[in-house]
T-cell receptor, first 111, second 114 residues
Framework: GNSVTQMEGPVTLSEEAFLTINCTYTATGYPSLFWYVQYPGEGLQLLLKATKADDKGSNKGFEATYRKETTSFHLEKGSVQVSDSAVYFC??????????FGTGTRLTVIP | EAEVAQSPRYKITEKSQAVAFWCDPISGHATLYWYRQILGQGPELLVQFQDESVVDDSQLPKDRFSAERLKGVDSTLKIQPAELGDSAMYLC????????????FGPGTRLTVT
């Protein structure tokens, strides 16, 4: 079956530190991959996505590359800010079918 | 900016009682989703509507959960009777035409069953 495994949190970083949140997936075939972010008190928002192998999704300084050979889609940011504190979810999807989410990783950035 | 609206934001109910949640998707969005997010886990799809029709309710516990979208606009998710294990965040999302489009999520309803 389909599944997404995320790096367990919580993750606490100082402002301007480098961020990596690991995500690997198990799927039959080649899904589209997503990162969603959930800020406190808000709904999930799409952060970035990639639809095929070697695609790089990017947004707001975050990046993730679809690696077919390692079935991974790790989220990175070169310099985090306090405003990046949130819960990050990795997810996969086949076509018009529903999203499969990972368990989420809570990030706290301290000044 | 258009948003998905949900109410109530918080609900506390006793087990065996009935509870209902409401969702108003972004205007014009044909596809509507209900997800359940148990604390510490990712959201899991309960039901997906295309206009007023259910297209996927394979994970909906139909003995106690029901969902409707009578006019193809807003939707109601009901639990009767509620059980302690139903305590979770219930998220609604919508997308423009189909499951191929980006999903926009509401803020959720946090349910606590005592």
């Amino acid at each position: 079956g389909n599944s997404v495994t995320q790096m367990e949190g919580p993750v606490t970083l100082s402002e301007e530190a480098f961020l990596t949140i690991n995500c690997t997936y198990t799927a039959t075939g080649y899904p589209s991959l997503f990162w969603y972010v959930q800020y406190p008190g808000e709904g999930l928002q799409l952060l970035l996505k990639a639809t095929k192998a070697d695609d790089k999704g990017s947004n707001k300084g975050f990046e993730a590359t679809y690696r077919k050979e390692t079935t991974s889609f790790h989220l990175e940011k070169g310099s985090v800010q306090v405003s990046d504190s949130a819960v990050y979810f990795c997810a996969l999807k086949f076509g018009a079918n529903n999203l499969f989410f990972g368990t989420g990783t809570r990030l706290t950035v301290i000044p | 900016e258009a948003e998905v609206a949900q109410s109530p934001r918080y609900k506390i109910t006793e087990k065996s009682q009935a509870v209902a949640f409401w969702c108003d998707p972004i205007s014009g969005h044909a596809t509507l989703y209900w997800y359940r997010q148990i604390l510490g886990q990712g959201p899991e799809l309960l039901v997906q509507f295309q206009d007023e029709s259910v297209v996927d309710d394979s994970q909906l516990p139909k003995d106690r959960f029901s969902a409707e979208r009578l006019k193809g606009v807003d939707s109601t998710l009901k639990i009767q009777p509620a059980e302690l294990g139903d305590s979770a965040m219930y998220l609604c999302a919508s997308s423009l035409l189909s499951g191929l489009d980006e999903q926009y999520f509401g803020p959720g309803t946090r349910l606590t069953v005592t």
